[in-house]
Structures are given as structure tokens and as C-alpha cells.
């Protein structure tokens, strides 16, 4: 079985906080990996992917990937309470997506 | 450019009864995806075309639902007769190629079985 695991939270975070999200996964030969931002009772939008070992940055996101780890993290700097939100991390490997759960995060102004 | 269009963005009815979903991929965009989403859950794979080819369906319960997408644009994902445990929201994702994966999300049907 696939599993791509999330903690489901709540994350609390300050405002200006920077907040961290994680996610493991357990198929080795998972290749491509992203993480998206779905706010309730909306459709998941793509924030990042990472295909690479190490971190790739997009402005206020950095995406981490350690494939040895099985080990795939979101960075927001800056946390505004626009980012209040569940993040999704997905991955794929051989035309298969897999979703996590999911981790509700909360930007407390 | 036009995001992902689906329809309807509502629908309720009885188990035991069929119901029918559309989705518009983005232009130009050659993968569609369809994904099945429960509340509180990620969303889960059911099949995605390539053109009007399926690349995938091994986790779409082929005894009721079934899909298709003729001409390699539209799609329409169909469940036959409806089980109260397939109520969830459906979600239509489309890419530019299969291996560009990079995927953008329609805004999705939501579909309550009573």
C-alpha cells in the first residue's frame, strides 16, 4: 500500500511566523512530488513541486525533499492569515497520484 | 486562459439512482484527471486519460462508475447505480502533457447520495 502521511493538525502559527509542514511517504520509487493549498470548500491549487533532492524556493515557499528519508517539507515565511488553509502534499510515481490528508493551518493575526 | 470547467457544481440524489458529471479541461492541456475527494480526506485518483486514452484506472470501481472522453477534450464521469458512500465532492484536474504534472483543478461537483 502507498501511503503518503500528513500530520492533519491543526498547525497554529503567528502572523510573520514561519510555519512547517511535513509529509512522509512510502513508496521508494516516487519521482515527482508537490504540494498544494486547498481553503475550505475550494479546489486544491498547486503551491510547489519538487523533483530533485535538496530545497526549491518560490517567494515566500520553500519546497524540501529528501528522497533517502522518504521525506518531502513545506516552508512559509511570512505567515499571513491569507495562508490559513489545508495543505496537501501529493505524490507520483509511475501514473500514480497520491494525496495526503492533509494539514489545517491556522495564521493567527 | 480558462481554468477547468465542470458541472454541475451540485447534485443530490437517492441511492440507487445514476448521475452524470462534465468537465472542460484547460485548452490544449492532453491529460485529464479525475479524483474523488471525501470530506476531511485527500483527493483520491480514479482515472486519467491521456487524449481520449486511459493511462489509468485502477482505483475507479468499475462495477458503478465508468468514464470516458471522447474527441480527447471533455470528459464525463458517470456512477451507476449510486451507494450513499460515494457522496464526496468530484474533482476534474487536467495537465499539459502526462509527464508535465503539473496539475490544475476545476472547482469540482459536489455530490450528496441520500
Known amino acids: 500500500q502507498k501511503e503518503v502521511e500528513q500530520n492533519s493538525g491543526p498547525l497554529s502559527v503567528p502572523e510573520g511566523a514561519i510555519a512547517s509542514l511535513n509529509c512522509t511517504y512510502s513508496?521508494?520509487?516516487?519521482?515527482?512530488f508537490f504540494w498544494y493549498r486547498q481553503y475550505s470548500g475550494k479546489s486544491p491549487e498547486l503551491i510547489m513541486s519538487i523533483y530533485s533532492n535538496g530545497d526549491k524556493e518560490d517567494g515566500r515557499f520553500t519546497a524540501q525533499l529528501n528522497k533517502a528519508s522518504q521525506y518531502v517539507s513545506l516552508l512559509i515565511r511570512d505567515s499571513q492569515p491569507s495562508d490559513s488553509a489545508t495543505y496537501l502534499c501529493?505524490?507520483?510515481?509511475?501514473?500514480?497520484?497520491?494525496f495526503g490528508a492533509g494539514t489545517r493551518l491556522t495564521v493567527k493575526p | 486562459e480558462a481554468g477547468v470547467a465542470q458541472s454541475p457544481r451540485y447534485k443530490i440524489i437517492e441511492k440507487r439512482q445514476s448521475v452524470a458529471f462534465w468537465c472542460n479541461p484547460i485548452?490544449?492541456?492532453?491529460?485529464l484527471y479525475w479524483y474523488q475527494q471525501i470530506l476531511g480526506q485527500g483527493p483520491k485518483l480514479l482515472i486519467q486519460?491521456?487524449?481520449?486514452?486511459?493511462?489509468?484506472d485502477s482505483q475507479l470501481p468499475k462495477d458503478r462508475f465508468s468514464a470516458e472522453r471522447l474527441k480527447g477534450v471533455d470528459s464525463t464521469l458517470k456512477i451507476q447505480p449510486a451507494k450513499l458512500e460515494d457522496s464526496a465532492v468530484y474533482l476534474c484536474?487536467?495537465?499539459?502533457?502526462?509527464?508535465?504534472?503539473?496539475?490544475?483543478f476545476g472547482p469540482g461537483t459536489r455530490l450528496t447520495v441520500l
Open positions: 513508496d521508494r520509487g516516487s519521482q515527482s
Open positions: 486519460f491521456q487524449n481520449n486514452g486511459v493511462v489509468d
Open positions: 484536474a487536467s495537465s499539459l502533457v502526462v509527464n508535465r504534472l503539473e496539475q490544475f
Open positions: 485548452s490544449g492541456h492532453a491529460t
Open positions: 501529493a505524490i507520483y510515481n509511475n501514473n500514480d497520484m497520491r
